[in-house]
T-cell receptor, first 111, second 115 residues
Framework: DQQVKQNSPSLSVQEGRISILNCDYT??????FLWYKKYPAEGPTFLIS?????DKNEDGRFTVFLNKSAKHLSLHIVPSQPGDSAVYFC??????????FGTGTSLTVIP | GAVVSQHPSRVICKSGTSVKIECRSL??????MFWYRQFPKQSLMLMAT?????????EQGVEKDKFLINHASLTLSTLTVTSAHPEDSSFYIC???????????FGQGTRLTVV
C-alpha cells in the first residue's frame, strides 16, 4: 500500500521556467515531509523539508508547499536549471524514525 | 552535515555466493538504520529496519534468511545477501536518521549484479 504517491513519473521543463513536482499522501499521522534528489547510481541527497506546522518553506530556488487538508505537497524550483535534472522523491514520516517514499518524478530541464 | 558511507558501490557476484554490504554513520551514532532496495524506475522500497543490539525488523515479503542484517555497533550496519540469484540484482541503499530525527541521511548505494 503506497502511502506516499507521486503520480507524475516524469516532467520536462525549459531552462529558466518553473518546475512543479507534486506529492500526495494518505496517512494523516505524517508530520514531517522531505524532498530528496537522486542521480543515477547514487544515494538520494536531502533537498528541503517541511514540518506539518508550516505550509511553506523556502530555500533559495526551492520552495515546498504543504496542504494538510488535501494531504498534498509540492516542490517548486524556479528558475529551473539543467543541473536540476534528476529524480525527485518526496518522503513523509509519522512520529518516529521510519520514512516512507514516493515513487519518484524524473525531472528533465531542457537547456 | 552528517554522512553515511556505504560500501561497496558496485559488486558483481556469481549466483549462489553471498555478498556483504556495509553501511557506516561517519560522524554520528545511529541506533537505527534502514535498508532499501530500488528496482529500475521504481521507488525506494523499505526492506528492513536495523536496530543496534537487537534483531532487525523486516518488511512483509522480505526473506529474513536471505537478507541477513547485523547492527553490531552504533555506527555500522551490514546487509548480507545470501545465496544470491540473478533476481537479487538491484540497487541497495541504506539510510540513518540523524539524532534529532529531522533528516534521513543516505549512503551512496550499492549496485549488485548477480551473474
Amino acid at each position: 500500500d503506497q502511502q506516499v504517491k507521486q503520480n507524475s513519473p516524469s516532467l520536462s521543463v525549459q531552462e529558466g521556467r518553473i518546475s512543479i513536482l507534486n506529492c500526495d499522501y494518505t496517512n494523516s499521522m505524517f508530520d514531517y515531509f522531505l524532498w530528496y534528489k537522486k542521480y543515477p547510481a547514487e544515494g538520494p541527497t536531502f533537498l528541503i523539508s517541511i514540518s506539518s506546522i508550516k505550509d511553506k518553506n523556502e530555500d533559495g530556488r526551492f520552495t515546498v508547499f504543504l496542504n494538510k487538508s488535501a494531504k498534498h505537497l509540492s516542490l517548486h524550483i524556479v528558475p529551473s536549471q539543467p543541473g536540476d535534472s534528476a529524480v525527485y522523491f518526496c518522503a513523509a514520516r509519522p512520529t518516529g524514525n521510519q520514512f516512507y517514499f514516493g515513487t519518484g518524478t524524473s525531472l528533465t530541464v531542457i537547456p | 552535515g552528517a554522512v553515511v558511507s556505504q560500501h561497496p558501490s558496485r559488486v558483481i557476484c556469481k549466483s549462489g555466493t553471498s555478498v556483504k554490504i556495509e553501511c557506516r554513520s561517519l560522524d554520528f551514532q545511529a541506533t537505527t538504520m534502514f535498508w532499501y532496495r530500488q528496482f529500475p524506475k521504481q521507488s525506494l522500497m523499505l526492506m528492513a529496519t536495523s536496530n543496534e543490539g537487537s534483531k532487525a525488523t523486516y518488511e512483509q515479503g522480505v526473506e529474513k534468511d536471505k537478507f541477513l542484517i547485523n547492527h553490531a555497533s552504533l555506527t555500522l550496519s551490514t546487509l548480507t545477501v545470501t545465496s544470491a540469484h540473478p533476481e537479487d540484482s538491484s540497487f541497495y541503499i541504506c539510510s540513518a536518521p540523524d539524532g534529532t530525527n529531522t533528516e534521513a541521511f543516505f549512503g551512496q548505494g550499492t549496485r549488485l549484479t548477480v551473474v
